[in-house]
């Protein structure tokens, strides 16, 4: 049997935009675990900047602190990286494993930064992943969503009624033969 890789992809402007999305996905019944999210931090003012994992509860100092802490809340896993070309970037949910899985086993592919190889491992076009990644240096959210083709469609059905500015469903998609 073959994966299946389904996402859609949401990009926002601001921080509460991405996070009206995540309580309207959360509302509507979508599964937290499959949801992630990435932006670039910006706290270059602040002397102090750190987070620790506490079970599934982050805590994070930096400018956007309490922003960041509402996410950690509600999405599963967390983690901080600094990305070549992009800087400080924070990133929770399922997403990444894909990154760390990156970085591990050094696959950043074709010139892709480690989030780009992440993004890219889960069936995300190349082309798509260089606009996201320019899109998160210029300081967008990413909202991820994962699961099956319904799942996937449902939550772009959700993030078009929030501001999104964009959303773009990647898949690979499995012809099926009725019997």
Same mark, same amino acid.
């Given at each position: 049997m073959n994966s299946v890789k389904n996402s859609v992809v949401a990009t926002f402007?601001?921080?509460?935009?991405?996070?009206?999305?995540?309580?309207?996905?959360?509302?509507?019944g979508f599964d937290m675990k499959k949801l992630s999210i990435v932006g670039k931090d910006?706290?270059?003012?602040?002397n102090v900047v750190g987070y620790y994992n506490t079970g599934d509860r982050m805590k994070y100092w930096g400018k956007?602190? =309490?922003?960041?802490?509402?996410?950690?809340?509600? +999405?599963?896993?967390s983690a901080f990286f600094w990305v070549p070309g992009i800087g400080q970037v924070l990133v929770?949910?399922?997403l990444v494993m894909w990154v760390v899985a990156a970085l591990e086993g050094a696959v950043t592919t074709g010139g892709l930064t480690a989030l780009g190889a992440g993004l890219y491992s889960i069936g995300i076009p190349k082309n798509s992943v260089l606009q996201y990644e320019t899109q998160v240096k210029n300081g967008k959210l990413l909202l991820v969503a994962h699961g099956? =083709?319904?799942?996937?469609?449902?939550?772009?059905? +959700?993030?078009?009624?929030t501001e999104a500015n964009s959303s773009t469903i990647?898949?690979?998609?499995?012809a099926t033969v009725d019997p």
């Open positions: 402007d601001s921080h509460d935009r991405a996070e009206d999305a995540i309580r309207e996905l959360q509302k509507d910006y706290h270059t003012e602040e956007l602190g =309490a922003f960041w802490g509402g996410f950690w809340g509600l +999405l599963f896993g929770a949910g399922p099956t =083709a319904d799942e996937v469609k449902r939550a772009k059905d +959700l993030m078009d009624q990647h898949g690979e998609q499995v």
